[in-house]
């Protein structure tokens, strides 16, 4: 079944599957901006919020006290203020988006009978934008959420080290110390913050089991009169003393029963006793205390975690509360208790945030009751009660999302509690409290600290993917297991990593990256909520006898240990229209984690859609169901790396939520009102609403995102149209009539081309550079700082000494480049002298300086230049300075120059493609369109694409989708293939045998599969073999050549290796390794390779001395010692080892390493090559004899380092991107 549904102005989608969903995709940013807003509770008034977010922060805090109690500080709740400037000029000036929020705050004197209140400034908070991204110092950060174990009770099965199996029940609470009931053999103990290891019994008295019998009553014991002694009475506990015809007590109450303690009782003739009739664990774990009462247990549990300090029953209290009792050291939090009472089958309060008694009894008798059904079963019953007892850690009942709130509030606390103690601090140091004002007792720099590291440097706060709308839009759907409190990449083993039955609807099960962050970074899945306790929940549509809801309001959302009770069906299962009725006599479900098929009358819900299964992007990708999964998780992660494109098109073939993606994104404009629009250029829009105010709409032009591709938007509408409220205005980049457009559609033939797309190569026409398919814009940002120095401030300027005029002629007066200028390698963007050390002056010079002025300080240039391997346009320059942006500037910085330089990109050989299905490749020749292969009617194909890419990866979606596109190209159609429920073979088959039969050039030419024999383009000869031909939509990736192209000559020095640096970043060389040293030694290149290893690596003097014998028109030098053979001995040396060279003549000798060379000359020490010498090598005129130089001087005294008029900061001076960098002298300098 098809129709077609409009998708944008002007264009409508053919949409294959069953019809529209029961419900709309869900705003996909909402998480995001719900959690920081549930944060703040902006909507409510200060005196209504709820103890949530930051009112539970401050609640938790509040009220600070002195020691005595008689001076107090309560928050009484806080104020939000509006930001003090747009997102815009945020971005403009580099600063933080926020508002400042305000505290109200109650002063307490008891002493002077007084109260006051003040408002104090507690700090300015970033603002979350409509997109659900933060504004941090100019840049667009994001806060993913974390997916993290929830607080609660887990029990636990496992082999101990004798092999018997042990049982443990551990207690994760949200903050405080962890309590771990263990269960091996006949012992019960408990670990308390896995320090020491306790009778389980002590806790338990602890928290009020305080006698034996108590405990024993607790657990189940009743006391039973055994009238005969026997050998079974053996290890029962005595319920009451045993005393002799004199009333002498031979046992005590409480004595455990064994062999001597049965004979002394047949001695006595005593044929009946009470004893306890109880699980023997709880006899062994009270042999090994013997205390009776709380008080006891809690000195025993002092003594036994603290064992160096004193023992006092006040002490002891204390200590215990501390550990259990304390709110503010210990809580198991809204969800620890929800979950505690669910496990438990509790029902204690939801506010009930500490462990009670109850929960420990029921904990300790389900490990009890763990042990005995896990002892009973046999291998027939495991399966059916195997998961009902111990917790699986990677279920998502048992894992829960914590959103930017939860994360935020976290941090905070850190910064809260050091303003309380600070607050405390200052009010016992303040010489007269009653004069004191609120704001000389807080402090609030410890939150401004909190709230710059989370946002700053946080391991959740990431800078925003912005390579295009859907990387930007995954991003904020992310979920990350890593981050604080979460697993590490080192210590998450296969079992967090993998996919989990109960991920169905909630997380994607392909979105993943490919690396070492594999299963812990997912993604969320398209329909996937969170509930009130932050885990995450599905919609389903319930199924009623057999009968199915297709109502929306009907829908349910489940979490995932609420769907382990039910049979849940797939949302393609086929009913009846009119009444709802499952068609089917037998439906396939799904029951935890297995599938089943079961009769329509015991399902109890359907899926709601075929693409709640996964993530925004991979339900991009049509006829996902026949792409391995592999393949798919690649194809999912390669579209967010897609550049946006100058011309992009919208896919003839996609999936139907290309709009919604687009829309939620937030890189498109949308009217406000419903109005008509009255004014439209590049740069503004303008709607009229029917009561005739004006809504203006700003629009981006040519801005640089953070990965440096292009942000735009482009006008849809036209002077006069009408628009509705929501109705697009204004195309965002890589967005086409309103729907997402990553990349274009070309005519795609599987066929090979004489070797040039072997390998997944890919071979192009020259047509799409000529039309600019793949064209994109990239803008490139350059900094530069002037600071203020120890010898004066540097200064930016376009005196610039020692450099023509030619090289300032795109220079305004400032020094600075101009807007529009054409920049190449090596020019100047910004002009900047630093001053230059000059040596101490005499006081006569000083008088005399002072008296007829100071003569021009010496300066060197240290302008910024256009890096190695760009060019462009120069579109914009931000000037920062202190007078407009005192905020965004670090301490002794004066100014910053940004420039920013775009780059026209035409697709090139070596540029990396790819399609929607993982099938990447990279661009090998392009052809002329004449010599590409045609179809018959004389249409040459854009693209070929190897055959063999495809049997071994299994992707078959891709020929799909190339057989579908060539159906929409001839009908001139746009379609929209669900995931899951997308068009059959069968209806595309019908499609094209259509197609063939209306087109008098395909005719008998296309054979049923789509395949076709083509023409070669240079000989017009039909090819030996049928080929599938179509249009494939395909991306054009941000991995370009011109960002991978780098070629070193004389370069940047590792300080500490001596050796080049590695990274076009840092303009270094290629690692020459043991297998490339092979492979030299393999061909016998004995001195290529003495040549790489010495002066082309480490050998520090072998290289100065080559690097003038080459100036100097002269013989190389034999090459020296290498640094790193130096290192070698000096470590041999450290072992004690002495390293000597013996000669053939029987004597031996110190390795020669240690002479004359001592590293790089400074300018002072050389004095041996002269200005006119390299004056003349410039010019390639070199004199036969260097001036001022001693002809006799043998080769290997002479040295050589930079230049003499250089100054000596650049003798070390190298690289910004590396610190230890030291450069090589530059000719051109």
């Known amino acids: 079944m098809a129709e077609f549904v409009p998708v944008s102005k002007g264009r409508q989608r053919l949409i294959f599957g069953s019809g529209h969903d029961v419900i709309p995709l869900p705003d996909m940013v909402e998480v995001q901006r719900e959690s920081y807003r549930s944060f703040f509770q902006e909507g409510a008034a200060p005196g209504d919020r709820e103890s949530v977010g930051l009112q539970e922060l401050l609640d938790e805090i509040s009220p600070i006290s002195n020691f005595d109690g008689s001076f107090r500080l309560e928050f009484l709740g806080y104020e939000i203020d509006e930001p003090s400037m747009s997102q815009e000029e945020a971005k403009r000036r580099d600063c933080t988006w926020h508002r400042p929020i305000r505290a109200k705050v109650r002063l307490h004197n008891d002493r002077a009978q007084e109260v006051r209140e003040e408002e104090i400034y507690l700090g300015d908070f970033p603002v979350m934008t409509p997109r659900g991204t933060f504004i941090i110092n100019g840049t667009e950060r994001v806060v993913v959420n974390q997916l993290a174990r929830s607080a609660g009770v887990y029990f636990k099965s496992e082999p101990g080290a004798s092999g018997a199996q042990n049982y443990s029940a551990k207690i994760i609470p949200e903050r405080g110390a962890w309590v771990e009931f263990v269960m091996a053999g006949d012992s019960l103990s408990v670990n308390i913050d896995s320090r020491r290891k306790l009778p389980a019994t002590l806790l338990l008295k602890a ?148 462990l009670t008694l109850d929960d420990l009894i029921r904990i300790v008798k389900g490990l009890v009751a763990l042990r005995d059904t896990e002892e009973q079963r046999d291998d027939v019953t495991f399966p059916e009660i195997g998961e009902e007892y111990t917790d699986d850690i990677d279920h998502l009942g048992n894992r829960r999302v914590r959103s930017i709130g939860e994360l935020l509030q976290s941090q905070l606390r850190i910064g809260m509690l050091r303003l309380e103690r600070i607050a405390k601090e200052r009010m016992t140091t303040v010489a007269d409290l009653s004069k004191a004002m609120v704001r000389d007792l807080i402090n609030v720099r410890p939150l401004a600290a909190a709230l710059r590291e989370f946002f700053g440097s946080g391991q959740l706060s990431q800078f925003m993917d912005q390579n295009n709308p859907l990387s930007e839009l995954t991003h904020r759907r992310r979920l990350s297991a890593l981050g604080p409190g979460g697993l590490s990449r080192e210590r998450a083993g296969f079992e967090a990593r993998d996919v989990h039955y109960t991920h169905y609807g909630r997380i994607c099960p392909i979105e993943t990256p490919e690396g070492p962050n594999i299963g812990l970074v997912t993604s969320l899945g398209t329909y996937a909520r969170l509930n009130e306790y932050g885990f995450l929940i599905t919609p389903r549509r319930p199924v009623k006898n057999g009968a199915v809801s297709t109502k929306a309001e009907d829908v349910v959302y489940l979490s995932a240990d609420e769907e382990d009770n039910y049979y849940v069906g797939r949302a393609n299962t086929p009913f009846d229209p009119e009444t709802g009725r499952l068609t089917e006599d037998a439906v396939y479900a799904r029951y935890k984690g297995d599938i089943v098929k079961i009769a329509p009358e015991q399902v109890d819900f359907l899926d709601v859609s075929s693409k709640q299964v996964v993530s ?89 995102s953070n990965q440096g591709t292009i942000i735009h938007q482009r006008p849809t509408v036209d002077v006069g149209d009408k628009v509705k409220a929501d109705e697009l205005l204004a195309d965002g980049q890589s967005v086409d009539g309103g729907e997402l457009a990553l990349g274009r559609n070309v005519l795609i033939a599987f066929v090979p081309w004489e070797g040039y797309n072997y390998e997944d190569a890919i071979l192009l026409s020259e047509k799409l550079v000529k039309e600019d398919y793949f064209s994109s814009i990239h803008i490139e940002e350059y900094e530069i700082d002037s600071r203020d120095t120890k010898l004066g401030p540097e200064e930016i300027t376009r005196d610039i000494p020692n450099v023509g005029e030619d090289a300032l002629r795109n220079l305004d007066e400032d020094g600075v480049v101009r807007i529009g200028a054409e920049v190449n390698p090596g020019d100047i963007l910004v002009g900047k002298v630093t001053p230059k050390g000059e040596a101490d002056h005499s006081p006569e010079e000083k008088l005399l300086r002072a008296i007829f002025g100071e003569k021009a300080g010496e300066v060197r240039d240290t302008s910024l230049h256009l890096p190695h391997g760009t060019r462009g346009k120069v579109v914009s320059v931000k000037r920062l300075n202190h007078v407009d942006n005192p905020e965004s500037l670090s301490p002794g910085v004066n100014e910053v120059i940004k420039v920013y330089v775009a780059q026209w990109r035409k697709i090139t050989v070596g540029d990396k493609m790819s399609g929607r299905h993982g099938n990447k490749g990279v661009v090998s020749r392009i052809l002329p369109v004449e010599d590409m292969p045609y179809l018959p009617d004389g249409t040459p194909v854009d693209v070929c ?22 159906v929409a190209l001839k009908n001139g159609w746009h379609v929209g293939t669900p995931v899951f429920e997308g068009a059959t073979e069968e209806e595309i088959y019908k499609m094209l045998q259509e197609i063939s039969d209306r087109d008098p050039g395909l005719r008998g030419k296309l054979s049923s599969g789509g395949t076709i024999r083509l023409c070669d383009g240079r000989t017009g000869d039909l090819m030996a073999e049928p080929s599938t031909v179509g249009v494939m939509y395909m991306l054009k990736l941000n991995h370009l050549v011109d960002d991978k192209l780098h070629a070193r000559s004389v370069g940047p020095y590792s300080l500490i290796t001596q050796q080049p640096l590695g990274g076009k970043a840092q303009f270094g060389g290629q690692r020459f390794g043991e297998m490339e040293v092979w492979a030299l030694q393999g061909y016998g290149a004995a001195h290529v390779l003495q040549e790489m290893l010495t002066v082309k690596s480490d050998d520090i003097r072998g290289r100065l001395k080559t690097y003038e014998k080459i100036i100097k028109g002269q013989n190389l030098t034999k090459p020296g010692v290498p640094e790193s053979f130096k290192v070698l001995v000096k470590e041999l040396e450290g072992l004690g080892l002495t390293v000597s060279i013996d000669y053939s003549d029987g ?68 690289n910004a991107a590396d610190p230890e960098a030291q450069e090589m002298p530059n000719l051109n300098e």
């Open 207 to 354: 928290f009020g089991l305080g006698t034996n019998e108590e405990l024993l009553k607790a657990f189940g014991g009743v006391v039973e009169d055994l009238d005969i002694v026997t050998e079974e009475a053996a290890g029962r506990l005595l319920a009451e003393s045993v005393t002799d015809s004199r009333g002498q007590v031979l046992l005590h109450e409480g004595t455990r029963l064994d062999k001597d303690g049965l004979e002394l009782l047949w001695e006595q003739g005593r044929t009946s006793l009470k004893v306890w009739n109880v699980a023997p664990i709880f006899v062994s774990a009270l042999e090994k205390e013997n205390t009776n009462s709380t008080d006891e247990a809690l000195l025993e549990i002092l003594r036994r975690m603290r064992p160096n300090e004193p023992v006092r029953i006040e002490g002891a209290r204390e200590y215990f509360d501390e550990l259990f009792l304390d709110v503010r050291r210990y809580t198991l939090g809204r969800v620890g208790r929800y979950k505690l009472n669910r496990r438990l089958g509790l029902n204690l309060r939801k506010d009930e945030y500490l």
């Open 616 to 704: 925004a992007s991979a339900a991009l990708i049509p006829f996902l169901e026949h792409d391995d999964a592999n393949r798919a998780l690649m194809g999912s992660n390669m579209q967010r790396q897609a550049v946006p494109l100058l011309l992009p098109k919208a896919p003839f073939v996609g999936t139907g939520i290309e709009e919604r993606v687009a829309r939620d994104s937030g890189c498109c404009v949308y009217s406000s009102c419903d109005g008509s629009v009255t004014y439209v250029d590049s740069d503004r829009i303008e709607v009229t609403d029917d009561s005739g105010a004006r809504h203006e709409f700003e629009l981006d032009k040519f801005l640089r």
């Open 945 to 966: 694409l190897n055959p063999l890419g495809v049997p071994s990866r299994m992707n078959l979606g891709q020929v799909l989708e190339v057989i579908l596109g060539f």
């Open 1147 to 1214: 004597t031996s000798g110190p390795l020669p390493i240690d002479d004359d060379d001592d590293g790089p000359r400074r300018p002072s020490d050389i004095d041996n090559i002269t200005a006119n010498d390299m004056m003349f090598a410039a010019e390639g005129d070199l004199p036969a004899q260097p001036a001022e130089r001693n002809a006799e001087e043998p080769d290997g005294e002479d040295e050589f380092g930079v230049l003499p008029d250089a100054d000596e900061e650049n003798a070390g001076g190298g």
